[in-house]
């Protein structure tokens, strides 16, 4: 195949005109002669041009198929056909991807290149069409049928035509800047009317498939009529052009030279109908569709009226312009329509998430008010608890449930205000606040929208973004919320905020104080199970190729699982275990290898590796241990207080990381145990003539609070008199130097905690039996809690006899 360029005009009328005097007086008659005689002739496809009868053409080859047949023909004096693809980008063509009509061609000259290719200077004949393609190796050989012009009755009409052509063609010479002089000369020289059409055919600006339109067309009157056509075509864009030169030429200055090619843009613009006018148009258009206010419209009116004022080229044109686009791609008015089937809607919660009856029971009376009233403020939620509950995912499900947009904003990590409010617009690189960003996000003016991770929001040197929430999360004030961008409040009181935290220490107490708190204590180990079969094992299936009976975990073996292998309040390290278990699976299917489909404790502890369980008898063995409750930001967890005895003079040292609030409490135990010696059974002696250290495990975790007050007493009292504290008991509570136990908090987490590790039985401070009994009665099943409300009460319960 030819690899072939576009045709190079000046290179063509060097070579058409360079040709050896011999070479060019080759008669025509003879060439037609040997047409006729010649009955097979050697095909060559060509891309991005078409050749026509009498006009000369270099043709550069570089396939060796193409080289070949130039070679021969040239060497055997055979006249080629050439035929155009009916697609350039095909690189081996077939029969079906050339056109039926060519031109046949005798080669004047073959130049070899020094790359390789040839180059061959070739001149048309007279037309042909395909009758019948011989063979296709080496190259393409075909029968064919020679075609022959048709003439005009009307010959005057036609050699006006052509004088009309000849006329066109100089005049697009002259306005075009990339057709050499040497163009003027061979059309004023040619002395042939056909050789002239055929001539201008050839070099003029047109398509591929023009030029084949044209060399098909047998009329010669016709043909000449639509190369007047396009002509005329190119004609006026090259005026269009050579206007829009010129108009952009007066207005440059010595000043302006560099923006030259900028205010070319801007007088193509003008000629095409765009430009500051067109934008305003469809900034126009866009508002129709809004529904807002007469302030709002008259706001933008206002901004709408200084874009037009501004030069399109102008920096702060496209500043303005970004603002009326964020603008009106608010949903001004427009919000979604609330479902009201509440019995549905506790389906969709009850499908998605198992458990978590408070927030499913607050979403359901939400959207009993909204039914009855149907005008109400939507609510502030705050989801509080351990990682892993689902809290973030709930509000997907809530949004579902209400048949809402849902839109999550990640707060972790947020340190500068105007992520929350926006910047000014007159700032470089300015933008609106998230908050406007998310409702623009979701299209509707009622999304539901989570603020993820409120408890981690930082606070720099550019503002604080918690006191800019206070705004966008109180009921009475975020029905005008201001962002800086938009320079004008926005209604949010229908957007149902529901923010996630771990913990509500760190969001400072204006902003909890607008939030309705609900918190989300662990699951239970049965509750985890549950959760596992209706979601986890079939997500970790569908994320690992696999199918419904591909492995089967039975209620033995998730709870082993649980026991053995995680230890969390939520379930997403139950969730990475039975991925890891998911994977093993693909591995032995693609592997092609045997395996039980229902994975046993054993196999589990082979893919997950060796369980490590606390045992509580070991530990909690020997005088001075006791088992505590402590409450962490990942939810409830136990501790280990160990207290030893040393000769001495009744000193106290504590190690453990331990805070102020957590050495106090070991110092009032002991003060305490000083003063109640002879009742809790301690001779004086024992207390003068020994130190006491407390140590609470996991020293490289920081610890503190008043909670473990009563532990730390009962770990004392058990080494001064040599007694262990009874197996599988746990405790938390805070004392005071009179010997009473004060409540605390974080009961429900401490609570499942202890469940989770096997603890029997449990101690609390007696005011701490109302958050006991808010507790579901399944979760403690199993767990025998005691109330207390002295210091003595826990000695007797807790030392063995």
Known sequence: MIEFEDIDLGEMLDAEFSIVAEELNLSDTEDKQQSDTQKVFPILPVRNMVMFPNVVIPITAGREQSKKLLEEAQKNNNIIGIISQKNSNVENPEENDLFKVGTLARIVKIIVLPEGNITAITKGIQRFKTKKFVSSSPYFTAEIDTLKDSGTKNRDEYEALLENIKDLALKIIKLDPNIPNAANFAINNMGNNEDLLNFICTNANFSSLQKQNLLEEKSLMKRAQ??????????????????????????????????????????????????????????????????????????????????QRQHPNSPDYN????????????????????????????????KAHFGLEDIKKRILEHMAVLKLKNNMKSPI?????????????????????????????????????????????????????????????????????????????????????????????????????????????????????????????????????????????????????????????????EENGLNRTSFKLGNPELKHIIDAHTSESGVRTL?????????????????????????????????????????????????????????????????F???????????????????????????????????????????????????????????????????????????????????????????????????????????????????????????????NRMDVEKIKKDYLKNLKISYVKRMSDVIDLAIEN
């Open 641 to 767: 207080i160990e207290s030893i005895l040393s000769s001495g003079k009744g000193n106290l040292t504590m190690t453990g990381n331990l805070g102020n609030v957590m050495k106090e409490s070991a110092t009032i135990a002991l003060e305490y145990i000083k003063a109640k010696h002879e009742d809790l059974g301690i001779s004086k002696e024992d207390i003068e003539t020994h130190n006491i250290h407390v140590h609470v495990p996991e020293g490289a975790t920081p610890k503190d609070g008043p909670s473990a007050g009563i532990a730390m007493l009962t770990s004392m009292v058990s080494s001064f008199k040599n007694k262990k504290v009874k197996p599988h008991l746990a405790m938390t509570g805070e004392i005071t130097l009179r010997g009473k136990v004060l409540p605390v908090g974080g009961i429900k987490e401490k609570l499942l905690a202890a469940t989770r590790a096997g603890i029997k039985e449990v101690i609390l401070c007696d005011a």
């Open 226 to 307: 639509k190369c007047y056509e396009l002509m005329h075509d190119d004609f006026r864009k090259l005026q269009l052009r050579d206007q829009i030169h010129q108009k952009t030429s007066k207005d440059l200055d010595k000043q302006q030279r560099e923006y030259f090619l900028n205010q070319q843009m801007k007088t193509i613009q003008e000629e095409l109908g765009g430009g500051a006018e067109s934008d305003a148009d469809e900034l126009r258009e866009k508002a129709k569709k809004l529904h807002w206010t007469t302030e709002v419209q008259d706001h933008f009116e206002k901004e709408l009226a200084r874009l």
């Open 381 to 541: 939620l705050c989801l509080v608890g351990p990682p892993g509950v689902g809290k973030t995912s709930l509000g997907k499900s809530v949004a579902d449930a209400l048949s809402r947009k849902y839109v999550r904003v990640s707060l972790g990590g947020l340190h500068d205000e105007s992520e929350v409010r926006g910047h000014r617009k007159t700032y470089i690189g300015a933008m609106a606040g998230r908050i406007l960003q998310s409702v623009k996000k979701s299209g509707t003016s009622n999304p539901v929208i989570v603020l993820d991770e409120i408890d981690k929001i930082g606070q720099g040197i550019h503002g604080d973004p918690s006191s800019a929430l206070l705004e966008v999360l109180d009921p009475e004030q975020n029905n005008a919320f201001y962002d800086n961008y938009l320079e004008m409040g926005y209604d949010l009181s229908k957007v149902m905020f529901i923010a996630t935290a771990n913990t509500l220490s760190t969001i400072q107490g204006p902003l909890l104080d607008r939030m309705e708190i609900i918190e989300i204590a662990g699951y239970t180990l049965e509750e985890k199970i549950e959760i596992a079969k209706r979601h986890l094992i079939k997500k970790q299936q």
């Open 319 to 350: 500043v303005q312009r970004n603002y009326l686009d964020f603008f009106t791609d608010l949903p001004w008015g427009n919000y979604s329509k609330d479902t009201f089937d509440i019995v549905k809607a506790e389906k969709v919660l009850d």
């Open 575 to 639: 969730d990475k275990r039975i991925a890891a278990i998911s994977r093993w699976v693909a591995l032995q299917t693609a592997m092609e290898k045997d395996y039980d489909p229902k994975i046993s404790v054993k196999k589990i502890d082979e893919i997950l590796g060796v369980p490590r369980p606390r045992s509580l008898s070991e530990i909690t063995g020997v005088p001075g241990v006791v088992t505590g409750l402590a409450w962490t930001s990942v939810g409830g967890d136990i501790l």
